[in-house]
């Protein structure tokens, strides 16, 4: 790509409606190119292994007003790094994994904003609930109380065309509607994590509050 990382950043910020938020996916980009979307006026910044993020967010401390969110599979043995790392948790996909965040959250007195990722169609490659077991889950994850569940994430299966991508991202509006009218005492419905740099029109059109978009502000990981 020959435009700059600024210059991607203010046109897609001024392509997106005011109610979205722009997270900018940072794995596997150095320390440096964060500082230049920094410098265009970006504020959240999302990494998929905890390890790799300790090292940016060492090397970045003198930014204070970043907001980090952890959006990768999070294995238990490193529950408690992101905990203490991230106050927004995308990939919660699991009850047994809410419920060991929810503990550390209460030992370590934080209370971490999450989304639950769930897959909206069967999908072998990924991890989430299913549609019916989320919803069998959520008399339990509306008790863990240190954790501020703040919506539901999605990934379409790869392969699917527009539409089909468009229906996911409606059916994960829609899912998010149902659960915030049953009134649970704890979970909020205020958020649909949904659109990467392939998709991101189509889940702002389905509702996204929250793109999470790196190739197309980065280039390439390869
Ligand atoms: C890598 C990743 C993204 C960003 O993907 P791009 O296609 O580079 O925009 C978004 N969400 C998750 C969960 C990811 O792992």
Redesign the pocket.
């Known amino acids: 790509m020959s435009s700059s990382i600024s210059e991607r950043i203010v046109s897609i910020c001024s392509s997106l409606p005011t109610s979205v938020k722009l997270i900018a ?1 940072s ?1 596997q980009v150095s320390a440096q190119a964060i500082r230049s979307a920094y410098a265009a006026g970006i504020r959240d910044f ?1 990494e ?1 292994r905890i390890q790799e993020a300790a090292s940016k967010q060492a090397e970045l401390q003198d930014l204070p007003d970043i907001t980090w969110h952890f ?2 599979h999070l294995q238990s043995n490193k529950a408690k790094k992101a905990v203490e790392q991230f106050p927004w948790i ?2 919660v996909d699991n009850l047994k994994l809410a419920q060991r965040l929810d503990q550390l959250a209460q030992q370590l007195g934080v209370s971490p904003q999450v989304c639950l990722q769930v897959k909206i169609l069967p999908d072998p490659n990924k991890s989430g609930w299913s549609v019916p077991e989320l919803l069998a889950d959520l008399s339990t994850l509306d008790q863990y109380k240190n954790l501020q569940i703040q919506g539901l ?1 999605t ?1 379409p299966p790869s392969g699917l065309n527009d539409p089909e991508i468009l229906n996911v991202f409606n059916l994960n509006r829609e899912l998010a509607k149902k659960i915030k009218e049953q009134n649970w005492s704890h979970i909020k419905m205020q958020h649909l994590s949904m659109g ?3 998709d ?1 029109e189509l889940a702002v059109q389905a509702g996204a509050t929250m793109v ?7 280039g390439d ?1 390869s």
């Open positions: 996916v794995k999302a998929s959006i990768g995308h990939s994430m990934i990467m740099s392939g991101y999470r978009l790196g190739t197309i502000l980065f990981r």
